[in-house]
């Protein structure tokens, strides 16, 4: 009982913070302008207080994206994320400063993967970053890195927003209103969204097998910021071996109470991976 009522406990709060009637001025009216800085190696150790993964990045969706959540420097990496499996993930990232400590400015040739959705813009290079300065960053409110979409414009005017409504039915009316490019590029992890109607982009892919961890979509800080880490459990394999029901809820309660700290602070996606069964790539333990 304790444990459920921690749980709808920090629901309810995140659920009260957001008190909302939609205008036309809420959110998504933000556009950011900015300077390139240029390309940079060491690319996700420059910047790392936030990080967005899309399919349709572009330079100005990630410094619109960053901009809007107060941080005054964006930068896009096209890197390679698992070396086994290669797995392209355009990846934007966010900070206030740059930290050129792990970095090397190099020549802008170096910078030259084509974004994917649009490959009239460059989107950095594999572990390499386009960097920018973004001049009108928006005061950060200090709050919270993240806000729920349908309390921004224009997506809170769409049904899918209305709370009166069945979940069948918003889904539903969501899907009526996306183009068939829309659909096709919301079915991979690093989901577009639709900047069309105000759906932002999401990437469903963050990990917590046994406890929240690396992946595209999870960001960690650096040291010794919050959220720079989080609780690493054995692997499941071997927590099993300990035939302990009640040591497996416990480790459960953890990992979804730092799951949900991380994604309250747009940290993380609100849904985590976890691999089932075993599995023999190292990589997951
Ligand atoms: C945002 O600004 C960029 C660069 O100034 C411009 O190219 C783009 O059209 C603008 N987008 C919107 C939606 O206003
Ligand atoms: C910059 O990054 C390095 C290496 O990660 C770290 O040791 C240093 O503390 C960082 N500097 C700042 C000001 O955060
Ligand atoms: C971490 O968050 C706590 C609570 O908001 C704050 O008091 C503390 O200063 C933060 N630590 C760092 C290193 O930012």
């Given at each position: ?221 650096n040291m010794p910021n919050n959220f720079s880490y989080a609780t690493s459990f054995p692997a499941p394999i071997l927590s099993s071996a300990a035939f302990d029901d009640d040591l497996i809820f416990q480790i459960g309660e953890v990992v979804g109470r730092e799951g ?7 940290f993380a996606g609100f849904d985590y991976w976890v691999r089932n069964a075993f599995s023999s790539n190292a990589a997951d333990y």
């Amino acid at each position: 009982m304790t444990r459920l009522s921690t749980v709808g406990g920090l629901l309810a709060q995140a659920a009260a913070t957001y008190a909302f009637t939609c205008q036309s001025s809420a959110g998504a009216t933000y556009n950011a302008t900015s300077t390139y800085l240029g390309c940079y190696t060491g690319g996700t150790s420059i910047l790392s207080a936030a990080k967005l993964s899309t399919i349709a990045m572009t330079p100005q969706l990630c410094t619109t994206w960053c901009g809007e959540r107060g941080f005054a420097y964006g930068g896009v990496v096209f890197g390679t994320f698992v070396a086994t499996t290669p797995q392209r993930q355009e990846q934007c990232f966010c900070d206030h400063q740059p930290n050129y400590s792990m970095s090397k400015k190099v020549a802008d040739t170096q910078c030259s993967d084509l974004c994917t959705t649009d490959p009239s813009q460059r989107c950095g290079g594999g572990y390499i970053m386009s960097l920018y300065q973004i001049t009108n960053a928006e005061a950060s409110t200090g709050a919270s890195l993240f806000t729920p979409a349908c309390l921004t414009s224009p997506l809170c005017s769409h049904q899918v927003c209305d709370t009166s409504l069945s979940t069948s039915a918003r889904i539903a009316s969501l899907i009526s209103e996306l183009t068939e490019e829309e659909k096709i590029l919301n079915l991979v992890d690093a989901a577009a969204g639709s900047s069309r109607i105000g759906l932002p982009p999401y990437e469903w892919w963050s990990e917590a097998t046994h406890g929240v961890g690396s992946a595209p979509g999870v960001q960690f800080t650096n040291m010794p910021n919050n959220f720079s880490y989080a609780t690493s459990f054995p692997a499941p394999i071997l927590s099993s071996a300990a035939f302990d029901d009640d040591l497996i809820f416990q480790i459960g309660e953890v990992v979804g109470r730092e799951g949900r700290a991380f994604g309250n602070n747009g940290f993380a996606g609100f849904d985590y991976w976890v691999r089932n069964a075993f599995s023999s790539n190292a990589a997951d333990y």
